[in-house]
T-cell receptor, first 116, second 115 residues
Framework: NAGVTQTPKFRILKIGQSMTLQCTQD?????MYWYRQDPGMGLKLIYY???????DKGEVPNGYNVSRSTTEDFPLRLELAAPSQTSVYFC???????????????FGQGTRLTVV | AQTVTQSQPEMSVQEAETVTLSCTYD???????LFWYKQPPSRQMILVIR??????QNATENRFSVNFQKAAKSFSLKISDSQLGDAAMYFC????????????FGQGTRLTINP
């Protein structure tokens, strides 16, 4: 029962490098999200997806790109890394079952990214 | 736009006592959920409790309960009989049901438990 899996857990990038943070979920959730959490702060939404082939910007999308080719995978791409992108990144997925009055978001373990 | 405000950056409580964490939110939506998530030093996000907006009865999960005041847009978390393991960051979150489902977080409250 893997849930939401993010890789890598830690990464150090040099300014101007690019990388992709991987996220996969095995719960068949349509909704997926990428958040960043700066030290001592809450989670800010970068991008989200309502299903395969559909993505939309969140609160802080600049400097990032996403794609959603399958229900399971939602990678986050950083182009031209900058020190301001030093943060902890969380991927999440969610479901809603109105009949049961039930909803929940599940989170990955987070990726600590440092840009130097 | 939806916003969530947690006005207490830090709180502390003696072990075995009760503490209440505050949360207010702003929305024009009528159909939504509210959550409290706990984030221990491991960084894992753990669901503590959830509340449906159209349910008037306050949610309860063991030692955790909420005071949901829909008209006032207030959603506080009460932790009874505080334990050392309750020490963590606590985030209030708002979840829109209609259209594009988005989960919006507050800034968090760091809770310290004093032995």
């Amino acid at each position: 029962n893997a849930g939401v899996t993010q890789t890598p857990k830690f990464r150090i990038l040099k300014i101007g490098q690019s990388m992709t943070l991987q996220c996969t979920q095995d719960m068949n959730h349509n909704y997926m999200y990428w958040y960043r959490q700066d030290p001592g702060m809450g989670l800010k939404l970068i991008y989200y997806s309502v299903g395969a082939g559909i993505t939309d910007k969140g609160e802080v999308p600049n400097g990032y790109n996403v794609s959603r080719s399958t229900t399971e995978d939602f990678p986050l791409r950083l182009e031209l890394a900058a020190p301001s992108q030093t943060s902890v990144y969380f991927c999440a997925s969610s479901y809603t079952n109105r009949g049961r009055g039930d909803t929940e978001a599940f989170f990955g373990q987070g990726t600590r990214l440092t840009v130097v | 736009a939806q916003t969530v405000t947690q006005s207490q950056p830090e709180m502390s409580v003696q072990e075995a006592e009760t503490v209440t964490l505050s949360c207010t939110y702003d929305t024009s939506e009528s159909d939504y959920y509210l959550f409290w998530y706990k984030q221990p030093p491991s960084r894992q996000m753990i669901l503590v409790i959830r509340q449906e907006a159209y349910k008037q009865q306050n949610a309860t999960e063991n030692r955790f309960s909420v005071n949901f005041q829909k008209a006032a847009k207030s959603f506080s978390l009460k932790i009874s009989d505080s334990q050392l393991g309750d020490a963590a960051m606590y985030f209030c979150a708002f979840f829109i049901i209609q259209g594009a489902q988005k989960l919006v977080f507050g800034q968090g409250t760091r809770l310290t438990i004093n032995p």
